[in-house]
């Protein structure tokens, strides 16, 4: 793909200012497909295709949980790791809120609010990974440890089934 097809989102931005270096990936979107859609257009290991979670804990403090596609959060787990009650997923406005992204569409880069961050160890593993790049129907390709200097995220082993 040229330079010139990709599109420009606040991901992609944030990307080009880091000097990270990603590929572009752009796919049909289906609606609710999640990452098996994407990584069967990808021809890629759903494991590599990261989920970017917008959650809250119990006082409704909004968080980020990067997460293997082919994986779940524990919520439970997380909650205790992070000593509180609870954690669970945002409704998708208050997550579009939150991220400035659109729910299908949330990269954990070039979001609205700056929120903790939060990435299941195993990610920083693979060799390469497809994350959301800000709009619906695009990933970009890049390695974990960009991710990592970039984000700063925690790790966490919250990963269930």
């Known amino acids: 793909m040229s330079k010139d097809r990709t599109p420009v989102t606040p991901a992609v931005r944030q990307l080009r200012t880091a000097g990270v270096t990603f590929t572009d990936h752009l796919y049909e979107y289906e609606e609710k497909g999640g990452t098996a859609v994407s990584a069967r257009e990808l021809g890629v290991d759903e494991r590599c295709v990261v989920k970017t ?5 119990d006082a409704r403090r909004p968080l980020v949980v990067l997460m293997h596609g082919d994986k779940q959060v524990s919520t439970k787990e997380l909650a205790r790791v992070l000593g509180v009650k609870t954690i669970q997923p945002c409704s998708p406005e208050t997550a579009n809120r939150h991220s ?9 880069f070039g979001m609205r609010k700056s929120m903790p961050m939060y990435m299941e160890c195993s990610i920083a593993d693979l060799s390469r990974i497809y994350i959301n ?3 619906r129907g695009y990933l970009v390709g890049l390695a974990p440890a960009d991710v990592m200097a970039v984000l700063n995220p925690t790790l966490v082993n919250v990963a269930t089934e």
């Open 53 to 57: 979670l917008v959650m809250e804990d």
């Open 100 to 108: 400035g992204y659109m729910v299908g569409g949330t990269s954990p």
């Open 133 to 135: 790049g800000g709009k």
